[in-house]
């Protein structure tokens, strides 16, 4: 996979506050995507990109060539913007055929090629509509062949699917991946949503305060965060502030101030063989890998901790519990409500129970 | 439900019967009435309600009217080509250059025009006149000889005055619509591979268009009914319909034919802005 | 970035200097005339005096003009608040299938030419055998006026969010109660400013004026029968600076408080 986009040493200031601090990645032909919430820089990082910003420092490159100082009209990248950004005094054929007729192409192949790209997103009787006569899907999907029809390099989405509802954004979601491998078009998408991120994406970069904290497959992500930020940022965990006491193996146990029990667990790869004793760590536990029961669990290779349900919390295909720990913590259990003898029919309320998980899905983080 | 209904109603009739009422009587009835008249026999002191053409026909076979009408639409449709060419570029200024004190600007440039409508045409006599202080400077610098008029009782004068007047109606709605274009539309537009001249033709003047209706619809109705400036810097020969339509009120004493001549304004107002919604396109944005 | 900031001085200067010269010039030379110790207001300059001003005050027609023009303008701005406010509400609160017929019916004089208004007034009045007088230059200048009051004041109230009312009657408020509690503080700038706007068209109305005045002298017909009259135009100086920066202080007051009310400035022109 050779790299289409490369981004270098990438930073930007906006009076004091630094929005994008010193960002470095590559891209290739692939779903890539940019995690984050509001304010990390994810967006000057894609207005950079489309050269709607100059960078303070740093350079982009696309397919080798440097094109850190061109302006986005010379750019062979394509932006999707927040809110669709249509002309409002151009119909949905114009709007289209902008780019193209930028390009002084002859009138007879704009039109094969709009029609081509309407049709391709299921709009072609809307051609004659003018933007304020669309639906916010529709809008989107114009906005989306606008910037597609020029054939970029790469193509930029900023939050695209963010002004929509649940469903439609659940459906163009599903036809984004697909346009995408129809068209063989690297798009960077950026989202302060990770599900979307988590489903769409072939890898994602998250991003807080202008760096980028991971950049790895949505599974990687999930299973191996690097951070704490990127544990909490990406799906729920339960994080417990602790110091390396020992190592045996692959294994580190790790001791928890006011814990009688131990807890072991793993470093995450990003991190593996960077713990020493005494050093401060972060153990996360993510709340489907926990087990919960009022019988003492006796098992090998697991940390069981005792507590209390403070809540229940019943959403159909699973319940949540709030448990909260000997010493304070409140930990957070998912429970498939799979079979109906299952031993988690009969916990209440101030029942106290026992939670236990496995060693290896124990990730020992540095902070 | 009923009671409620009935409520607002009551509540609906007691903000709009005063001001419908009202505008039946004193203005709605009177135009009508001006264009009854305008079909009544008339003459010079004399008013009889029995229908005839003759008001028009006078009109239409006066070659002397059809000129002043040429001419009134002469000076209208000249003076509205020249505010557009003045204005536009201080509009675009304010609405798009500028990022501070844009307010200030039109501030200064809507308090004098609310005020003293007479007063200023007068004052650009003063300034326009032979011992004005044009004609002094440029006796001064030595360009002319002697003192002279500059363009004072012409079509020229007119329109000048008709500028002076009606400048701020067009930056004020250019600077608003300009101002209203989002940003990431002109991004969108750079995105795509146009440059700045491109942006401007196809995406910046196009969405001003409707400012620049605006202006059109605020501004030349009530030119086309002016008198005051023609005949102040008019001079003698008449330019206008509305002195035209004054003279029939105030002196002639013909007010079939003034009222004749008052419709022909409307109905020629009324005909080109449709004519203008035709040709900009602008059913598009509306 | 370069090329940005010259085409920003260039913008600017053309501004700056189309302002002054079209705008401001008769202004300055008027003001600068009434000064003039001559009753040519033109060069050679022949001393400075103050004597035009002293004539205002000597000249009964003229005070008596003023005073015309001054009462009229406040009742119909009176008037036109009342029912210019009210037709925006008509405008902009309910729902009902005619309403925006009905809104055009009350923007339509708006947008008529002012002299056709009058020359209609006229025929009107004629017609019923109203003699001209101030009662008639006061009942013309409403017909024009609610519709200016309207619309400065309905595209406040199309942003004005009229749950206000519904909220304060739920707390146990009178409809009046509510109005004046509730409605009224929130929209008192745009109420003052359109009123100023209507005070000051009101004094200035030639057009309608010239028409509907009949033997009464107001101070725009008295401007114009004074323009005819060389040995006046000093005294026509004097007092229109007079009246200049009386209106200047009492706009920029307006203005002000138009500033801090934006809606009213766009809705003239949108």
């Known amino acids: ?367 | 439900m009923k009671t409620k209904s009935l409520k607002t109603h009551a509540a609906l009739m007691m903000n709009i019967m005063p001001s419908f009422v009202y505008l039946l009587l004193l203005f709605y009835v009177p135009m009508v009435l001006m264009m009854v008249i305008s079909f009544w026999k008339s003459g010079f002191m004399m008013l009889e309600p029995v229908f005839t053409l003759d008001n028009y026909r006078n009109f239409f076979h006066n070659s002397q009217y059809l000129q002043i009408l040429r001419d009134t639409l002469v000076i209208t449709t000249g003076s509205m080509f020249m505010l557009f060419v003045i204005g536009y570029p201080i509009g675009y200024f304010l609405g798009r250059v500028v990022k501070k004190y844009d307010s200030l600007i039109l501030f200064l440039m809507i308090v004098p025009v609310e005020i003293g409508f007479l007063v200023r045409i007068y004052a650009w006599k003063i300034i326009l006149s032979k011992t004005g202080i044009i004609s002094s400077f440029l006796v001064y610098i030595g360009v002319f000889k002697e003192p002279a008029r500059i363009f004072l009782y012409s079509k020229a004068a007119i329109i000048l005055v008709l500028i002076h007047e009606w400048l701020p109606y067009v930056v004020i709605p250019v600077t608003i619509a300009l101002k209203g274009i989002e940003p990431a539309t002109l991004e969108a537009a750079r995105d795509l591979g146009a440059d700045r001249f491109t942006i401007f033709r196809e995406i910046i003047f196009p969405l001003s268009i409707p400012g620049l209706f605006a202006s059109f619809v605020l501004i030349f109705i009530p030119m086309l009914g002016e008198f005051a400036i023609p005949t102040i810097v008019g001079g003698s020969s008449t330019y206008m319909l509305g002195n035209v339509i004054n003279n029939q009120f105030m002196a002639a004493g013909n007010w079939g034919f003034g009222s004749a001549i008052g419709v022909i304004l409307l109905f020629a107002s009324t005909l080109l802005i449709g004519l203008v919604i035709k040709v900009s396109g602008l059913e598009k944005l509306l | 970035m370069k090329r940005d900031s010259i085409v920003k001085g260039i913008l600017g200067s053309y501004t700056a200097v189309v302002i002054l010269l079209v705008i401001y010039l008769p202004l300055i030379v008027l003001i600068v005339f009434s000064f003039n110790d001559s009753t040519i207001s033109g060069l050679p300059w022949k001393g400075f005096t103050l004597k035009w001003y002293a004539e205002i005050g000597k000249n009964d027609v003229l005070v008596s003009s003023l005073i015309n023009s001054v009462v009229v303008a406040a009742v119909v701005t009176v008037i036109s608040l009342v029912v210019g406010f009210l037709a925006a509400r008509g405008m902009t609160k309910f729902h009902y299938r005619l309403k925006s017929l009905f809104t055009g019916y009350v923007s339509i004089p708006f947008v008529m030419p002012w002299m056709l208004i009058g020359v209609a007034l006229l025929l009107f009045f004629n017609l019923i055998k109203m003699p001209l007088s101030l009662f008639t230059v006061i009942i013309s200048h409403i017909s024009f006026d609610i519709p200016l009051v309207a619309v400065l004041i309905s595209s406040r109230l199309s942003k004005f969010d009229y749950s206000v009312e519904e909220a304060s009657r739920d707390l146990g408020s009178t409809p009046f109660q509510s109005f004046f509690l509730v409605t009224l503080p929130i929209i008192a700038p745009s109420l003052i400013s359109a009123g100023i706007f209507s005070f000051s068209w009101s004094f200035d109305a030639f057009y309608i004026t010239h028409f509907v005045s009949g033997s009464q002298v107001f101070f725009p017909t008295w401007i114009w029968s004074a323009l005819r009259y060389p040995n006046k135009l000093p005294l026509i100086n004097a007092v229109s600076a007079l009246i200049l920066v009386v209106e200047i202080i009492i706009i920029t007051v307006a203005e002000i408080i138009r500033m801090k009310d934006e809606d009213a400035s766009e809705a003239l022109f949108m």
């Open chain 1, 1 to 367: 996979m050779s790299d289409v986009l490369a981004i270098r040493n990438l930073s930007k200031s906006f009076g004091k506050v630094k929005a994008v601090d010193n960002v470095n990645f590559t891209i290739g032909d692939e779903f890539f995507a940019f995690l984050g919430p509001s304010g990390s820089g994810k967006t000057t990082t894609l207005r950079m990109t489309a050269g709607l910003e100059v960078p303070d420092s740093g350079s982009i490159l696309l397919e080798d060539e440097d094109i850190t100082n061109l302006p986005p009209e010379k750019r062979n990248i394509n932006t999707v913007f927040q809110n669709y950004a249509l002309f409002p005094h151009m119909n949905v054929f114009e709007n289209v055929a902008f780019g193209l007729k930028r390009k002084k192409i002859d009138n007879r192949t704009i039109n094969k090629e709009v029609s081509k790209f309407l049709e391709m997103v299921g709009l072609s009787d809307k051609a004659k509509r003018m933007p304020r006569q669309l639906s916010g899907g529709e809008k989107q999907r114009i906005a989306l062949i606008r910037a597609l029809i020029n054939k970029p390099k790469v193509l930029l989405l900023d939050e695209p699917l963010g002004a929509l509802d649940l469903k439609i954004r659940q459906k163009l979601a599903i036809d984004l991946v697909n346009i995408r491998e129809q068209v063989n078009i690297s798009f960077v998408y950026v989202t302060h949503d990770q599900t979307e991120a988590l489903t769409m994406a072939d890898r994602i970069a998250v991003m807080d305060k202008g760096r980028v904290i991971q950049i790895g497959e949505p599974k990687e992500l999930y299973e191996n965060p690097n951070s704490s930020f990127a544990a909490n940022f990406i799906g729920n965990t339960n994080i417990l502030k602790g110091t390396v006491a020992e190592k045996k193996g692959d294994y580190y146990r790790v001791d928890i101030p006011g814990f009688t029990s131990r807890v072991w667990g793993l470093p995450t790869s990003t991190c593996s063989g960077a713990f020493q004793t005494g050093n401060e760590v972060d153990v996360s536990i993510r709340p489907e890998k926990i087990s919960i029961t009022k019988k003492n669990p006796v098992s090998e290779n697991q940390n069981v901790f005792s507590g209390r349900v403070e809540e229940m919390i019943y959403v159909g295909p699973s319940t949540e519990f709030l448990v909260k720990l000997n010493n304070g913590y409140m930990f957070r259990v998912f429970a498939q409500n799979i079979s109906p003898d299952s031993e988690i029919w009969n916990i209440k309320w101030d029942d106290d129970v026992y939670l236990y998980w496995r060693f290896d899905k124990t990730l020992l983080l540095s902070e």
